[in-house]
C-alpha cells in the first residue's frame, strides 16, 4: 500500500490503515523510528483496540421490526 507526498510534505492515510487503527479527523499519531530504519505509525492516546465501529451504537435502535411473513405478505401486497 502506497501513498503520495504532496508538495506541503504531506500524506493521505490509506483509508484501510485508518479503519484498523480508528484513526478520525482530529486524531493523533505517533511515529516511531525502529533501529532497522523502519518507522511506526501508531495511535498517540495509546489505544490498542480500534475505535467502535460507526453504525455500532445504532444496533438495535429501530427496534424488532416485522417478521419474514409480514414482510413478505406486504411486499406482495396482501392485506
Known amino acids: 500500500m502506497s501513498t503520495t507526498v504532496t508538495s506541503k510534505g504531506q500524506v493521505t492515510i490509506p483509508k484501510d490503515v ?3 487503527l480508528g484513526i478520525r479527523p482530529g ?4 511515529f516511531k523510528f525502529e533501529a532497522n530504519g523502519e ?8 489505544q490498542l483496540k480500534p ?3 460507526r453504525f455500532a451504537k445504532y ?13 413478505m405478505a406486504m411486499l406482495r401486497g396482501e392485506d
Do not use: C
Open 18 to 20: 485508518r479503519e484498523r
Open 27 to 30: 486524531s493523533k499519531v505517533d
Open 39 to 46: 518507522i511506526v505509525l501508531k495511535r498517540a492516546d495509546g
Open 51 to 53: 475505535a467502535p465501529n
Open 59 to 71: 444496533v438495535g435502535f429501530a427496534g424488532p421490526g416485522l417478521t419474514t411473513d409480514e414482510l
